[in-house]
Each structure stands twice: as structure tokens, then as C-alpha cells.
Antibody, heavy 121, light 108 residues
Framework: QVQLQESGPGLVKPSQTLSLTCTVS??????????WSWIRQPAGKGLEWIGRISTSGSTNYNPSLKSRVTISVDTSMKQFSLKLSSVTAADTAVYYC?????????????WGQGTTVTVSS | SYELTQPPSVSVSPGQTARITCSGD??????ACWYQQKPGQAPVLVIY???ERPSGIPERFSGSSSGTTVTLTISGVQAEDEADYYC???????????FGTGTKVTVL
């Protein structure tokens, strides 16, 4: 059964770059049926889609974050990553990684447990 | 930017039917899906392609679409259905995804 696990620093200073990695286990990351996505959720608020990447490296980003976001994939390591630059307190949130299945019409069918990132000096 | 609008809250008695709407201009062009999120947990996919249920999701969860609105219906609501629910769909060009504003379902 496929599982996703987020990892990375829980505390990032303002103006620095937030870096998170999602490790995929139990299935291939290279299947053409899947994309890999990042989502975040500030405490007590709703979900915000950050972006997604295909196994070939094609990306789509949230227009409101596009200038600061980079998502990359390393199929050999079965990982995909998120970098968010110039962070502020507004970027404090629980960050989730998720699998996007084309047979589910681009719905996210498997999610990581989430990791909390706080932006503070 | 594109938005999907949901009612903030829906209250329902056990055994009754809860209906949650999600409105957006691109919904006639793009399929929507729905997630259930309980406190402290990651979201769970309950409906995809407007009305299809993934395996393992109870039959009491159903979805429908009409024009610019999609609806999640929970028939015979149970206490365990108390959660936040989010719709998700792409913008009209399919360039990016958007989540709805979220609806808190309270089982009275």
C-alpha cells in the first residue's frame, strides 16, 4: 500500500527558503498514471493547493505562489520536493504532500500525514 | 483568481440527509472532487469526477453536478461523518487546481 511521508525543518526564518521532501513508499513514483502535489493549510483555515509535478518533470503552480515556488522530482530516490522562497509568517501552515491519480480525474487519493512549518525569527 | 464557494456550515440530525454545495464558474467544464477532513488528520477523497466514489467509501456519500454548482450529499448521516468537507476543481483552462472554502458538517 502506497504511503507518503513529508520531512523537513519545522522552523524557518523570515525571508529564507522553506524546503520540504516527500518520500513515496509501497509503489513506484514513476508510473505515468500519477502526478505529485503539495497542499498547505494554515491553522484553523482551509486547504490551499500549491502545485503539482508529473514524473517527467512538468509542473503546474498556484498563480498566487508561482513566483516563489519550485517543485521537483527525483524518481531514483522516490521523492519529490517543495521549495518556497522569501517566506513570511503567512506561510506558516501544515504542509501536505499527495498523490494525484489520472484515473481519478486528477483527484488526490493518497496523502501524507502533514508536517507543520512555522516561519519565525 | 478562480474561487469555489461553499457554505461555512451545515447542521444535520443523525439519520437525516446533509447536502453541501460548491459553486464555481468553471464547474460546467471541469470535474470536481470532494474531501473529508477530520480534526488533526489529512483529507480523505470521498468523491471524484463529480459523482464517482473511490473504493472503500460508504454508499451514503454521493455527488451530483448541475451547471456551476456541484453537490455532495450524505444520506443517513452518522456521527462519524462530522468533519470539514472541501470541494476541489481546476480552473477553466485546467492550469491549476483550487479548493473550495470548506464546510463544517455538524451532527446534532
Amino acid at each position: 500500500q502506497v504511503q507518503l511521508q513529508e520531512s523537513g525543518p519545522g522552523l524557518v526564518k523570515p525571508s529564507q527558503t522553506l524546503s520540504l521532501t516527500c518520500t513515496v513508499s509501497g509503489d513506484s513514483i514513476s508510473s505515468g498514471s500519477y502526478y505529485w502535489s503539495w497542499i498547505r493549510q494554515p491553522a484553523g483555515k482551509g486547504l490551499e493547493w500549491i502545485g503539482r509535478i508529473s514524473t517527467s518533470g512538468s509542473t503546474n503552480y498556484n498563480p498566487s505562489l508561482k513566483s516563489r515556488v519550485t517543485i521537483s522530482v527525483d524518481t531514483s530516490m522516490k521523492q519529490f520536493s517543495l521549495k518556497l522562497s522569501s517566506v513570511t509568517a503567512a506561510d506558516t501552515a501544515v504542509y501536505y504532500c499527495a498523490r494525484v491519480a489520472d484515473y481519478y480525474y486528477f483527484a488526490m487519493d493518497v496523502w501524507g500525514q502533514g508536517t507543520t512549518v512555522t516561519v519565525s525569527s | 483568481s478562480y474561487e469555489l464557494t461553499q457554505p461555512p456550515s451545515v447542521s444535520v440530525s443523525p439519520g437525516q440527509t446533509a447536502r453541501i454545495t460548491c459553486s464555481g464558474d468553471a464547474l460546467p467544464k471541469q470535474y470536481a472532487c470532494w474531501y473529508q477532513q477530520k480534526p488533526g488528520q489529512a483529507p480523505v477523497l470521498v468523491i471524484y469526477k463529480d459523482s464517482e466514489r473511490p473504493s472503500g467509501i460508504p454508499e451514503r456519500f454521493s455527488g451530483s453536478s448541475s451547471g456551476t454548482t456541484v453537490t455532495l450529499t450524505i444520506s443517513g448521516v452518522q456521527a462519524e461523518d462530522e468533519a470539514d468537507y472541501y470541494c476541489q476543481a481546476a480552473d477553466s483552462s485546467g492550469s491549476y487546481e483550487v479548493f473550495g472554502t470548506g464546510t463544517k458538517v455538524t451532527v446534532l
